[in-house]
């Protein structure tokens, strides 16, 4: 079906009977399928939106029409009633508004976008982030509404006021919005404790994508395509500990708009295929929201405490000895970070020869470490290889499509990462020797192991894996020396830690 006859079955430029006939036969349709509807879930909606070839802002439209008892009209207007209050604190932060962390950048922006486009030259993104960015200093002058928090309220209030400079109709506008909402209470729910991931960023991100593809003419699937692309970066984010330090929280909502847009032309002008349901994304990503933040949360209040804004009038109720303990905390954390990053610098590869050898698979971690690994056994084995067992941590387990292809490869034929050719024939090679494999899961982090039994003297690598094709060796046989000195005849670079 083209584009032009979706926009016409969709009920679009209908009069208003026919508009209230159209949603009304929807919802009729709707819960003939026994669609729980006041509980849809995003992966339902965009269901149902493909089964009946409308758009998925009309699902979330006839959901609330039945489950509110309204009219198409009503819920297009209590929509604009629910973005009223942001939209206005958005005007004081374009306007006059002064923000602690931001200071007048709203302003300021809104004088360059007068003369230029300011960020990446298409006026309506630029617009978008501006306003996206107008209205956090509107929520420090004045408050905003939240949805999950007021993160992605910064973002979808600078979405609806970007969508409301367009040609699109208000209505049209309305049944974005629509669609933003729908997508923003159900992060509400899903949000149980800091992280920008179920809010700013990654709220405002899967808001973008969609609003953005379905106003661009994508279909329901590509809307759910944009929204996975658009939360996959986004996942584990905090950001509650930064976001009294200045500046930091500009490039979380500034950066949701440019994810969204990102993410929506991936969906709109690539054949990327995405095969995870948009419910299953959302699920993690509550789920990892959920026990990250904490962890990360307490690491970024390590570092980032000695930049926090901070206001004299509170600070004169907390005890003498608690600010003084503070003070000395945060003078130690420059230090400390200096530290941290010069042990990185004096084991960094010079930038004459920065890079390591190539790796097929598409991943330094998931197939560099542990193909160099399988490299490093092979050297250690003599006579003829009758069995090889290889043990991978849950992440490398999972992945073992694309690791157990380079471990053979290394192990078997004592090739590198880079040797594409070995690593697609591996497989057929192995089968051939009748070389037995037995691959098992560790569910301690990071370990690696593989075992070589063979004809005249076995081998074995106990590793633990670590980015950019290091290994960290913990054991070997025949022995521990042996393998350091074969690691370093391959250019295998050995991490200390």
């Known amino acids: 079906m083209s584009q032009k006859r979706r926009k016409g079955k969709a009920g679009m430029g209908k009069t208003a009977p026919q508009k209230e006939k159209f949603f009304k036969d929807l919802t009729a349709k709707m819960k003939k399928t026994g669609a729980p509807l006041g509980k849809l879930t995003l992966g339902e909606v965009i269901d149902l939106a493909e089964k009946f070839r409308v758009k998925a802002s009309h699902i979330v439209i006839s959901e609330a029409m039945e489950v509110h008892r309204l009219t198409h009209d009503e819920v297009i207007q209590a929509v604009f009633e629910a973005f009223k209050f942001n939209l206005l604190s958005l005007e004081v932060g374009l306007s006059k508004g002064e923000s602690f962390l931001l200071g007048g950048i709203g302003r300021r922006l809104s004088g360059l976008k007068k003369k230029r486009t300011v960020f990446i030259g298409d006026r309506f993104i630029d617009n978008a982030v501006i306003y996206t960015l107008a209205a956090e200093v509107g929520n420090h002058q004045m408050g905003l509404q939240p949805c999950a928090g007021t993160g992605d309220s910064c973002v979808t209030a600078g979405l609806m006021k970007a969508l409301l400079e367009t040609r699109l109709s208000r209505e049209r506008v309305g049944q974005i919005g629509a669609l933003i909402v729908k997508i923003g209470v159900l992060f509400k729910e899903g949000k149980k404790t800091t992280g920008c991931n179920m809010e700013g960023f990654g709220a405002g991100a899967a808001s973008a994508a969609a609003a953005l593809t379905e106003m661009r003419g994508g279909s329901p699937r590509d809307v759910a395509r944009a929204m996975v692309l658009a939360l996959s970066p986004t996942i584990a984010v905090p950001c509650t500990p930064r976001v009294i330090v200045s500046g930091l929280c500009a490039t979380h909502i500034g950066g949701a708009v440019l994810i969204g847009n990102l993410a929506s032309n991936l969906a709109l002008k690539t054949a990327l295929r995405v095969d995870v349901d948009i419910d299953v994304m959302m699920a993690m990503a509550a789920s990892v929201h959920a026990n990250a933040a904490p962890v990360i949360t307490e690491i970024n209040l390590e570092y980032m405490r000695p ?7 509170v600070e004169k109720y907390v005890a003498p000895g ?22 990185l610098a004096e084991t960094a590869n010079p930038l004459t020869s920065p890079f390591g050898d190539a790796v097929v698979g598409g991943s330094s971690i998931a197939v560099g470490s542990p193909t160099n690994m399988g490299r490093i056994a ?7 290889i009758r069995k090889i067992s290889i043990g991978l941590t849950t992440d490398l387990f999972a992945r073992r499509a694309i690791n157990v292809p380079g471990i053979l490869m290394g192990a078997v034929l004592g090739a590198s990462t880079k040797d594409i050719k070995a690593y697609h024939r591996v497989l057929k090679e192995v089968a051939e020797k009748g070389i037995e494999v037995q691959i098992y899961h560790i569910p301690e982090p990071e370990v690696q192991k593989i075992t070589i039994e063979a004809t005249e003297t076995n081998a074995a690598v106990n590793s633990l894996n670590r980015g950019g094709g290091r290994v960290k060796l913990v054991d070997a046989q025949p022995s521990l020396a042996t393998a350091v000195e074969v690691a370093g005849r391959l250019g295998i670079k050995l991490a200390p830690t």
């Open 378 to 384: 092979h050297e250690l084995y003599e006579g003829e």
């Open 322 to 343: 608690v600010r003084e303990e503070e003070a000395a905390k945060s003078a130690r954390v420059l230090a400390k970070a200096r530290e941290e990053m010069r042990r």
């Open 307 to 313: 930049y926090f804004k901070k206001e004299a009038e």
